[in-house]
C-alpha cells in the first residue's frame, strides 16, 4: 500500500519521519494483538482445562462438534496472530482474527452489553479487535513486514477488505450457522 502511494507520486506529501511513524505504529498494532491473540490460542489448548475445558465451554454455549470446534479456534488464533505479527499475509491473517470476534460476539458477548467489565464481558473488547483486524487489511502491514519484502500487495481498498470482509465475517457466520445451536433454539 505504502509503495503505491509513492508510486502514484504522493511521497512528496509524506515525510521519512511520517513514513517511520507509520510503519512503527503499525509493527507495534501488529505485534501486539497478534501475540495477544497468539496467546490466547495457545491458552485454549495449555491452559486451566487445555482442549477438553475449551470444548466444554463451547458444548455450554451450543456449539456443535465442540472438540471439533476448540481446535478450530485455539488453531486459528496462533496461526493468525503469529502471521500478524509477522506482517506476513495480512488480510488473509486478519480474517482469521475477525472470524473468530465474530463467533466470540455473538455466542458469549453479545447479551452482556458494550463494557468488557459486565458480568460475562461485553462486546468492547471483541469489536476493537474486529475493527482492528479490518484496519489492518485495509492499510496493510506496512513496510516493515514480511509481507513487503516479499512484494505481498493483497492489502488495501478494495482487495484487503473483501478479504477480511467474506473470509472473517462470512467465514464467522458461516461456522455459526453449520455449528451453533444455542438452547434456546435447540429446545424450541
Not at 502471521?83 to 486478519?94: H, I, R, V, Y
Not at 455466542?107 to 458494550?114: A, Q, S, V, Y
Request: with cysteine.
Amino acid at each position: 500500500m505504502l509503495d503505491q502511494m509513492m508510486d502514484m507520486g504522493n511521497y512528496h506529501a509524506i515525510d521519512n519521519e511520517m513514513w517511520n511513524g507509520l510503519n512503527l505504529g503499525l509493527l507495534i498494532i501488529r505485534v501486539v494483538v497478534g501475540v495477544t491473540l497468539a496467546t490466547h490460542g495457545l491458552n485454549k489448548i495449555f491452559g486451566g482445562g487445555k482442549i477438553a475445558g475449551t470444548a466444554g465451554w463451547f458444548a455450554s454455549m451450543g456449539m456443535k462438534m465442540p472438540k471439533a470446534n476448540a481446535w478450530i479456534a485455539a488453531l486459528t488464533e496462533i496461526g493468525s496472530g503469529a502471521l500478524l505479527a509477522l506482517g506476513l499475509l495480512t488480510p488473509l491473517a486478519a480474517a482469521g482474527m475477525v472470524a473468530i470476534m465474530v463467533v466470540a460476539l455473538i455466542t458469549t458477548h453479545l447479551k452482556n452489553g458494550w463494557f468488557i467489565f459486565n458480568p460475562g464481558g461485553g462486546i468492547e473488547y471483541v469489536v476493537v479487535l474486529a475493527a482492528v483486524g479490518i484496519g489492518l487489511a485495509c492499510t496493510g502491514a506496512g513496510e516493515w513486514s514480511i509481507d513487503h519484502a516479499a512484494d505481498i500487495h493483497w492489502a488495501g481498498v478494495p482487495k484487503g477488505l473483501i478479504i477480511v470482509l467474506v473470509a472473517g465475517i462470512g467465514g464467522g457466520l458461516l461456522q455459526l450457522a453449520t455449528f451453533w445451536r444455542p438452547k434456546s433454539v435447540a429446545s424450541a
